[in-house]
């Protein structure tokens, strides 16, 4: 695939640089220039996409790089969304020191693609490590939740 062989992987910051083309730079200032022969594969990840919630745009939020990459536990966090990443960082999170963590969650149980016994027993276990999860939230109008 490449026009230099037997020099991938490569390290520097990739730019498109015409059809079949891909430059790289180097941190030593050396341009490469790479030709595919058929296509070019962008695998450069993804920006979280923020749902049309009331306030959000308004408020310093986390998104899915900030939430991994984050050097300190805020004391109280708030997780929209009971899937199983927002149930995975809200249990991450107070493991790593967070006193208090909110899960809130639109439907009217965790996990809600799952079967119903498995967001019973995660919303038991979580409530029993003093987890606060708040379910049946109707966007930003947050239902009466539980301990
Ligand atoms: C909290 C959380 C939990 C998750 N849990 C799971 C899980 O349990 N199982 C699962 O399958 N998935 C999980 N995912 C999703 C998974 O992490 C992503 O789907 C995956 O990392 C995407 O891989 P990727 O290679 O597309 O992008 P990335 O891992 O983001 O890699 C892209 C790379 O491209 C590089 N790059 C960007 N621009 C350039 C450029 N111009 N030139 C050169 N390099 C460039 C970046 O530096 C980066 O190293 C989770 C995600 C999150 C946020």
Redesign the pocket.
Known sequence: MARERGRRPDQ????IAGNRFVEVDSSTGVATVYEAAKAVVV????RAAFPMIPGLTEIDVWD?RD??SAKHAPRRLLVIGGGV?GV??AQAWRQLGSEQVTVVEVFDRLLAREEPFVGAELERSLTRSRRRSRRGAGGNRPAAGHR
């Not at 520097?12 to 730019?15: L, P, Q, S, V, Y």
């Open positions: 520097g910051h990739a730019r695998a450069t990840g993804t899915n939430v991994t990443i995975e960082m």
